[in-house]
């Protein structure tokens, strides 16, 4: 088979790349043992500068998470940049136990406007970007199971040239984007909250170099120049702990999530 195997992903705390990769590594396992996989890694801002185009020999593994329930809206642009010219997609969304709401559903038909054709789509879990505990190790062994499978009925169904469409579970028109609430139950908007930085720091700079924004700044990185995504990348990288949220209504919907949605989650899985 003369098929370019892709793997596109955008993983600040690397669980999204995680699935990706797996699912990636997999088809190409079953399709050209040992074929190199092309891997667009476009977490990192300088990345989602240069333009992607592929043809119908490619297949691409596209995965974002799910943030609000929704593609993270600051990727938009981008992925409405990235062209399929025919290409097989494979869209992969990875939420944190919540819900991923429309998120699969919005990101098919971002590929499908861009000329993909959409064979497969999966929601994954992976430990949330502001828990430790919450799917805390997700994907895990199970999971990876499950994509190894998932990744070989992508296979057969390449194999099979029936490359029909797929339906996936959402709704349309999107809802909103998911907002968590204060304690008098009203909703409350965290996109202003930034991390603080505690005496731990010892300014190793490894927090500037994984802000998907590109917001710290490099000569103190204690201050943004730009927007915080709440991604969880400098707080989960830091080897010394440093970095901190203590904005009340972020630390109370963290601990919501934390209680409400702690029974575990299965990946969907839709060819
Ligand atoms: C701003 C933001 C919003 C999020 N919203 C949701 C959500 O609506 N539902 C959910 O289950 N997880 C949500 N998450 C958790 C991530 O989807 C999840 O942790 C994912 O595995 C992170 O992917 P990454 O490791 O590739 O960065 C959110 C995370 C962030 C940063």
Redesign the pocket.
Known sequence: MNKKINAM?????????KIVSGIAEKISENIDRGKTINTIDFTLPGVRKEPVAFTGDDIVVMGV?????RV?NVLLNYLSSVTGNGACAIATV????????DALVELKDILELNGFKVIAGGAF??????SKTL?KDRPDQKDMNMVNDFASQIYAKINSNNLESITVKGNKPYRKY?MPKNKEGVPVDIRKVTPKTNEHCTDCKLCVEVCPMGSIDYEDTSQLNGIC?????CIKTCPNQAKYYDDENYLRHKYELEIE?ADRKEPELFL
């Not at 992903?9 to 790349?17: A, D, H, L, N, V």
């Not at 998470?65 to 329930?69: M, Q």
């Not at 995504?229 to 990348?233: L, V």
């Open positions: 992903y955008f993983s600040p705390t690397g669980t999204t790349k998470p799910v943030y609000a329930g993270p990875v939420y944190g136990n919540r819900n991923y709401d879990i992976g430990e949330h970007s502001f799917a998911y995504i709440k991604c969880g990348a949605f």
